[in-house]
């Protein structure tokens, strides 16, 4: 299973703390393809960051399960939106709002402001069209939501529109690390994650950052001295804020200490007495000076504490190797990662080996079969012939000139050692599955799909009706009925005919000839299920011993005629009074109509529209039968079908639906000797839903 995990801000860091930004995004889905897993634990970020993150997880070919391991606000619930599922455990938050900016491009003037405002509304509509859109809810509805500041835990997510589910066997993990004293209406416990990370940057340039104005690259390297500023009274951004002269101005980022290195020794040169809010008594919050808060809240996040627990050792004025071991003495001496600051963290479960075996064999995939690469990590290898993705795979190095280091190239990489083998066969069987896959055989329209779990019978049990009701009498006894049964088998067999991809089409990288071969083995797979269907169906014997079409069942014409108006009724007539195993009237009526070559032009006249001139030119048959045209069908006879009650079912193997190529030796003098293998299945599962005219 895919999976990335995006924890942290959006598009950058602001407090040290984990970061995440659309390019470490895109990189990590280059190399993935198929269901994904996206796990979000996120403040928020800068807007445009969240949009286009939001839109690379909406181009991935594959679905997009999205689940908020402890809170999506801001930005990251717009990413959220991209999952085909939404996800949310026991505590999970989403937060929706406005994009907002504290800053203007030039000294702020009127227009200046203006400016600002236009670029807001059209960043705020393309949010609102997103929210809309997943919610299923006006653009306008969706502005008012964001325009309030909405939180949502998951049940409200789900009827809101904004989830499609719930996870009640999971519990949210902390909300990450981030300054939600921005925030007007985050709650007590969401403020108080925020507190731990002193004043760092102001709340004016911290915003301006978010909207993609960051006020401190004007002047790149101006910083205040370390212990220039002390915080203000937790929770009170505000002050923060009025504590800075220059919102350019920002803390020296080596300014706290990590890990358990000792904090910094006060600058000698500045009187603390002096600085404001310097005295301890005037702090709301014991230890909010502690230079550790950042280490042990990134600490609690990564185990997955609650704020209360990191606050308490903030409070007690803990460092981070304190704390891990409080942690530890409490939970039992386990591995500890020592946390990284800054990291930025699009992490992927996943190795270059994998992802580079992987680009391999998408691009040699599409090479074969004539198209575009489905992933970006394809790309690099689109330019290289089969022999140097065969060399690549074994890390083969110098030029490859003759066919004799062609062969030896194969040779060497056909070992068991290599990758080779396995690229080159995954990548025959995606052709091969395309190719098989754009041929549908008929038998899939009038019989019902039911895999099996292993190659033994399948019984098929013919249940009864739900029996009568019947009156309850005046002491309120229910009477019990019983469900009567009938049985019937479907068997399934192991299919196999061996090919060759000669040494020829190898060395001389002929892939047309390769495709030609796949696609002629793709459309023979299919054509063999229909025969091999029509074969054991049409003819098939049920349980009592007879044919599924006989007079014993009611589902025969006593004499075969053309199709006319006269047999179609008899023929429906019989399939609206056969009965279940119970003898209940099934009350069944065709929908289909099959029948060979010989009758189509007369089956499809049979069925075809046409507006009437007169009462007796009705055709009462327009637009209720679906003809449908096999080959396999020799003579002249002619079948009635109901969709609601298919006479036989079909099937594969559990996990293998389709034809599937394995290489039985290694490159040799004749080339890689393969098979192409098929499991496939059949059986007649009822005869009441089905009509037949020899014609």
Known sequence: ??????????????????????????????????????????????????????????????????????????????????????????????????PASMWTVGRGTEQDHLDAAKGLAVCANAYAAVYAARAGIS???????????????GAAAVEAGFATETDEGAEAAAAALFDYRLYPKASAALRAVGSGLGAGRSAAAIMARMTGADPSKSEKGKTMKKNKMTPGPAGDPAEEMEQIDDPEMELDPEGEPDGDEPPPEDDPEEDPEGEPGSDPEEDDEPGQDNPHAAGILRFAASRRLGADIAMSWIRRGLTTAQAISDYTSNNGNETMTKPRPGLSRAQILRDERTTMRQGMTEALTAQIAGRDPASGAARGYMD???????????????RIRSAGDKINVFMDASHATSDFPAIFQNA?????????????????????????????????VRTGDFPTLLPVGETGEIKWGTFGESGETAVIAAYGRGLTISRQMLINDDLGAIDELLSSYGETVAHFEEQLFYAGALGAKMSDGKAIFHADHGNLAAA???????????GRAAMRRQKSVDGITRNLAPTILLVGPERETEAERRVATITPTSADAVNPFSGRLKPVVTSE???????????????????FLDGAEAPRVRTEEPFGTQGFSMTVEHDFGLGAADFVGGYKNAG
């Open 1 to 98: 299973m895919n999976e990335i995990c995006l924890s942290g801000s959006v598009g950058a860091s602001f407090w040290d703390e984990e970061s995440f930004t659309a390019t470490s995004v895109r990189e990590q889905l280059a190399g993935l393809s198929g269901p994904l897993t996206v796990r979000i634990n996120s403040g928020g970020g800068i807007a445009t960051e969240g949009q286009a993150i939001y839109t690379a997880l909406k181009n991935h070919a594959g679905e997009v399960t999205v689940v908020i391991d402890g809170i999506a606000a801001s930005a990251a619930s717009l990413i959220a939106m991209a999952g085909d599922r939404i996800v949310m455990p026991v505590g999970a938050i989403m937060m929706i709002h406005d």
């Open 560 to 570: 075969g005629t053309d199709i006319t108006d006269e047999a179609l009724s008899d």
């Open 139 to 153: 653009v306008e509805a969706a502005r008012e939501i964001m325009q309030a500041e909405t939180y949502f835990d």
């Open 633 to 651: 069908i020799q003579d002249g006879a002619w079948y009635l079908l109901s969709e609601r009650a298919p006479c036989w079912v079909y099937g």
């Open 428 to 460: 025959l069987n995606k052709v091969l599955l395309e190719r098989y896959s754009a041929f549908q055989p008929t038998y899939r329209a009038i019989a019902r799909k039911r895999n099996f779990r292993d190659f033994r019978p399948m019984p098929l």
């Open 384 to 398: 290289m012939s089969i022999v140097e993705i065969a060399a690549a795979s074994i890390g083969h190095r110098g």
